[in-house]
């Protein structure tokens, strides 16, 4: 199943994705990252597509996030 996941290296804590999130699956955690309510969050990738900094993302709830994040470091790195 495929649901939200935030790299918080990334994440710059604008909210853009809350307001998109159709379910109310995420929250803002005070001047820090977007936390993604899996439980809750239905894959739709709204947030994805709004998310200014690339930082969120759809994935295949398998892929543990370290594994994104290490991917996005190697990307960044080319
Ligand atoms: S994928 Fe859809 S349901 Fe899940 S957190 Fe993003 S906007 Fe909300
Ligand atoms: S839209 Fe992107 S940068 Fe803004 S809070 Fe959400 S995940 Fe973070």
């Not at 290296?9 to 699956?25: K, S, T």
């Not at 820090?32 to 900094?53: E, F, K, M, N, S």
Request: charged share 20%; hydrophobic share 35%; proline share 4%.
């Amino acid at each position: 199943m495929r649901k939200a996941a935030n790299d918080i290296n990334r994440c710059v804590a604008c909210g853009v994705c809350a307001l998109q999130c159709p379910r109310g699956a995420i929250s803002i955690c005070k001047g820090c990252y977007a936390v993604v309510d899996i439980a809750t969050c239905v894959g739709c990738g709204l947030c994805a597509g709004a998310c200014p900094t690339g930082s969120m993302s759809i994935q295949d709830t398998l892929t543990p996030l370290r594994d994104i994040q290490e991917e996005r470091t190697e990307d960044a790195a080319r």
